[in-house]
């Protein structure tokens, strides 16, 4: 049976060969978890998200969500899969079975997840949004405000959203203008106006949780001055029952490119009566509180796009296996030659191997940063604790960015091997691909994260933190020159990797003198290039974890036999298609980072050079 959403093999190849996920079950946190209960929680998201999830992804997109008089109707089709999610308890993973969650480590939740954002992002985001509202409210809450809304928000029962942007404040959040007043009863009375609230209104659930940022009346202008405030959509009684409906509405919902199926709204905030809001955490410190909801966006984010990059990986492999036509190359002149399977092609094959080393080094990369998460959370030693935080704060710019790009170019090629059918609704690799493009645009665009990665994560701790993730790279790097098989891999990644050391001495440099806009200028090229060294570095890993495997099952064997073995034995197939991908993307791949990282240490300044009036006609 062929593969969809997500290859399950490869899941478990990272979980358990790759960064031994069991490892984890010595630590006290999740000392009672083993192989078993992970192996059942994966195969059961797998069956969810094929049986329940992924036939409302065609269907959803066509019926769209409807705006009515103030009321969101989202597609008929989500309400039985959404209410399952709830009941099953998918929504919150990782947090503790207390407030709602299952306990499990962050791997194990992203193999789980991949079979519900492939499946259908629109969908699942109802269920899902809320956690991160959740999140900000077990961190920076009071105790009241944690009875009040945190499991509801965990366990899905109540909707989250993030409400900041505003006709003029996108990205300069600090240019907002909602206000926030305050009341006697120690509530603030909250005005203004948002856009771009995913999920601001649905009917999915009795009650949406809002946070707010807004500005107290009398606070310091600019970000320093901002707010957050928890607003419900209906008013929250001490006693945890739901009062009154708050003043804020939805005023009306997006025509999007993709994503038909998410609203996407408008709302205002006491334009007709009295919008109520609780201060969470202390006044202006609401970009603070917001950023621990929006690292984790953004993390999610870049996931996004990787799961929409293998949903269409497979359906072009799939199709490229059944589709027939054209001949052999080696057939060419031969009138009576068959037609084969498009697969047998080697243009095709490019793009398929393209697109599986992409998809197979983002899967590492995303697992190794939630294995991160883990290690903060459960190390014994507090340095390592201490380090594992700071390469998440590192990567989390790149994994948005990067696999956003790179997720959304998959899907792009996988259009292209489909031919005609892929750009018809036919198919679904062309929706994929719509819904996927918004994943380098919201949260805070590439570019704003390439800012990010130079302005302020490269020089973390004057550079050390970097500098360590460079040295845990280059540990990789020494045990592959090890295996006589990717030594030369091995030392083309040792290459790419001083180049992209000595560029970040270079851009860092710069970044800091009177040129500095010439290094943010290159800042995002530089970001994509060292997403390029991570892949490599993903990708020489996964062979060199899988050289071992592969030695036990073709060892001894001549050219020819082996070759017979791999194509026959799936194991060997899997473990040979590591080492082929290493290959193909390090020496084929790779070079262009290298050529982009020399690019960026020429710093070329002609985009600030040139002139409003050189770019066009006014």
């Known amino acids: ?9 490869d899941i478990d190849f990272v979980l358990y060969e790759q960064l031994d996920v069991e490892q984890l079950f010595k630590s006290t946190k999740y000392g009672t978890l083993n192989k078993k209960m992970v192996d059942m929680v994966v195969t059961e998201a797998r069956s969810f998200g094929i049986k329940e999830v992924l036939p409302t992804h065609a269907e959803g997109d066509k019926a769209g969500v409807h705006f009515d008089n103030g009321r969101v109707i989202i597609p008929e089709c989500y309400r039985r899969p959404h209410q399952l999610m709830l009941e099953n308890e998918w929504t919150s993973l990782t947090e503790d079975p207390a407030v709602g969650g299952q306990g499990m480590p962050h791997m194990v939740m992203r193999a789980a997840y991949e079979y519900f954002i492939g499946a259908n992002y629109a969908m699942v985001i109802y269920a899902m949004e809320g956690h991160g509202t959740g999140k900000m409210i077990e961190l920076f809450g009071t105790d009241r405000q944690k009875k009040l809304f945190l499991k509801k928000l965990y366990t899905g029962q109540w909707g989250g959203t993030m409400d900041l942007t505003e006709p003029e404040a996108g990205s300069d959040v600090g240019a907002l203008t909602t206000s926030a007043r305050r009341l006697e009863d120690g509530t603030y009375a909250i005005t203004g106006n948002k856009i771009y609230i995913t999920n601001g209104e649905h009917d999915l659930t009795e009650n949406i949780i809002h946070p707010v940022l807004a500005r107290i009346e009398g606070a310091p202008s600019g970000t320093k001055g901002i707010s957050i405030f928890i607003v419900p959509k209906i008013w929250v009684n001490d006693d945890a029952s739901l009062g009154e409906a708050n003043d804020i509405l939805c005023t009306g919902t997006e025509e999007k490119m993709g994503l038909h199926g998410s609203a996407t709204c408008a709302m205002s905030m006491g334009s007709k009566g009295v919008c109520r809001g609780l201060l969470l955490g202390e006044e202006n410190a609401g970009m603070k509180i917001m950023f621990h909801m929006m690292n984790e966006a ?8 990787f799961c929409h990059a293998t949903a269409a990986f497979l359906h072009a492999l799939n199709f490229a296996r059944e589709r027939i036509q054209g001949k052999d190359l080696a057939d060419g002149k031969n009138a009576d030659a068959p037609s084969v399977p498009i697969i047998r092609h080697p ?21 190794y940063v939630a294995r991160c998460f883990d290690l ?5 030693d507090k ?17 948005k960015a990067y696999c956003a790009e790179r997720g959304f170019e998959v899907c792009i090629e996988a259009m292209q091997v489909h031919g005609g059918c892929g750009y018809t609704m036919d198919y679904p690799v062309e929706q994929l691909a719509r819904d996927c ?3 380098s645009i919201f949260e805070g665009t590439d570019g704003i994260q390439a800012m990010d990665l130079l302005g302020r994560k490269l020089s973390m701790k004057k550079g050390s933190v970097f500098v360590d993730f460079m040295d845990e790279m280059n540990k990789t790097i020494q045990q592959a020159k090890g295996i006589p098989a990717l030594k030369r891999l091995a030392v083309a990644m040792e290459t790419a990797a001083g180049q992209l050391g000595e560029t970040a001495m270079v851009i860092g440099k710069q970044a800091m003198s009177p040129t500095f806009k010439t290094a943010f200028a290159s800042a995002h090229p530089f970001m994509m290039a060292m997403g390029d060294v991570i ?28 070759a017979q073995k791999i194509d026959r034995d799936k194991n060997a197939a899997f473990y040979d298609g590591q080492i082929q991908s290493a290959r193909y993307f390090i020496n084929a791949v790779l070079p262009i980072a290298l050529g982009r990282l020399a690019a960026v240490r020429a710093c070329e300044d002609a985009v600030l050079k040139i002139t409003e009036r050189g770019f066009g006609s006014l």
């Open 376 to 380: 903060a959370e459960c190390a014994e």
């Open 383 to 399: 340095k390592e604790r201490e380090r594992n935080g700071d390469r998440i704060a590192l990567l989390t710019p790149l994994i």
């Open 347 to 367: 243009d095709v094959r490019r793009m398929l191997l393209w697109m599986k080393a992409h998809v197979e080094g983002m899967r590492s990369f995303i697992y």
């Open 298 to 305: 953004r993390l999610d984010v870049g996931f996004m796009g």
């Open 437 to 439: 493009k918004i994943a």
């Open 535 to 562: 892949m490599g570095w993903m990708l020489l890993w996964r062979a060199a974890t899988a050289s071992s495997p592969l030695a036990k099952i073709v060892g001894g064997l001549d050219d020819q036999k082996k």
């Open 1 to 9: 049976m062929a593969q969809q959403i997500a290859d399950r093999r």
